[in-house]
């Protein structure tokens, strides 16, 4: 299938994106892999990570570093970089998650991990940090 204005963004394979990836053989100690749920790379500015969870479930301590590490690393890089951990209340497996409006229940910025002061969706912090990328603002998201 051909990418376009039109498709970006939608998931081009419904049925092979429900396809499990076994990882249970790549354990290394008491490691394995663990997943990313969205990325967005901005102009060679910064990076978005999103990671979605159904109403309060709660990251893995493994995976919670996983991702803070990977934020700080691009920092220390020279690429701002925040985690959005995002709530939906998608309860069907069959159907779509609405990342857009899932709500920011914590994010990972500046070296720390903090819980948003109102409740925003990620399109909204995701905007706000890409605005401050852009240098439209100037303490940041």
Aim: net charge positive; with cysteine; proline share 2%.
């Amino acid at each position: 299938m051909e990418y376009s204005d039109l498709t970006r963004g939608v998931i081009q394979f419904k049925q092979r994106a429900k396809q499990i990836i076994d990882f249970s053989g790549l354990r290394f100690k008491n490691i394995t892999p663990t997943d990313v749920d969205g990325m967005i790379e901005y102009q060679d500015k910064g990076f978005v990570f999103y990671e979605y969870k159904l109403r309060d479930a709660q990251m893995s301590r493994g995976q919670r570093l996983a991702l803070e590490r990977l934020a700080r690393n691009n920092e220390t890089a020279g690429k701002r970089s925040t985690v959005l951990v995002c709530s939906h209340t998608t309860d069907d497996p069959k159907q779509s998650v609405d990342a857009a409006s899932a709500k920011v229940v914590e994010l990972y910025y500046n070296g720390k991990w903090e819980k948003p002061s109102k409740s925003l969706s990620a399109f909204e912090v995701t905007q706000r940090f890409i605005k401050f990328l852009d240098g439209e603002k100037k303490k940041g998201i």
